[in-house]
């Protein structure tokens, strides 16, 4: 995979999302053309929790992915690396939880929450492989992991528009709507360099996760993977059926992925 276009340091990256935090939710409504709100609910639906439970929202920023969960009584902590969204996100929403918090090293004791979920921020992480496993971590035994991220469209006519339009369209809509457009060109070159939805899936094999799982949504755009911590009462298997059960269809995992040996 190419990582030229994810050299920049964590902080430099954090000064990024403080730069564009107060028009963050708006750009990406423009920039994804109103399909951020739709992807958010599918995610919203495969974490499948209730009041009572506690949900780390990893990469949070505003708190817009956190918002469902507040306002259904669940106790969500939008943990965020960027001081400047947590700002926003707080003054928007202060009966939300906003932590401070690096996803490699994450601020929480072991087995925490009951879900733990990140939407369109693993690909900014320096170390992504290193937060699958602080989310493994954090999460308790039975717990469930859903992930949201830019992937690989599946048709190749589509791949090669939809790649046009990130490297093009973009950058350029970002001029007119945000306020520091070459972030938008690093966040474009991001989605460009980040591995397929298969390559995922087994990064989260190799962090411990189990009954592995995604959905593509619009066409590939965005995969939604999902997978369960080992240990529950009610054994990984029957987690995944569960969570899959509240998704809908779900694109067959491939059977050449495999845990890796110890």
Known sequence: MNRASLDKRPDEVAT????VAPKYDVVNDVLSMGQTRRWRKVVVEAMDVTAGQRVLDLAAGTGTSSEP?????????ACDFSLGMLKVGKRRRPDIDFIAGDATRLPFADNTFDASTISFGLRNVNEPKKALAEMLRVTKPGGKLVI???????????RTMYTEYLMRALPAIAVKV???????VYLAESIRAWPDQDHLAAWLQEAGWD??????????????????KPGGAAGPAAGAAALAAH????????????????
């Open 16 to 19: 990024m999302f403080d730069d």
């Open 69 to 77: 969960y507040a306002d259904a009584g669940i106790d969500v902590i």
């Open 247 to 262: 998704t809908g269809p779900v694109a067959k995992l491939r059977r050449n992925i495999t845990r890796p040996a110890r």
């Open 178 to 184: 945000s306020s520091n457009p070459d972030a938008y």
């Open 211 to 228: 009954g592995v799982s995604y959905r593509n949504l619009s066409g590939g755009i965005v995969a939604v993977h999902r997978a369960v």
């Open 148 to 158: 949201a991220e830019f992937s690989q469209p599946v048709v190749p006519l589509w």
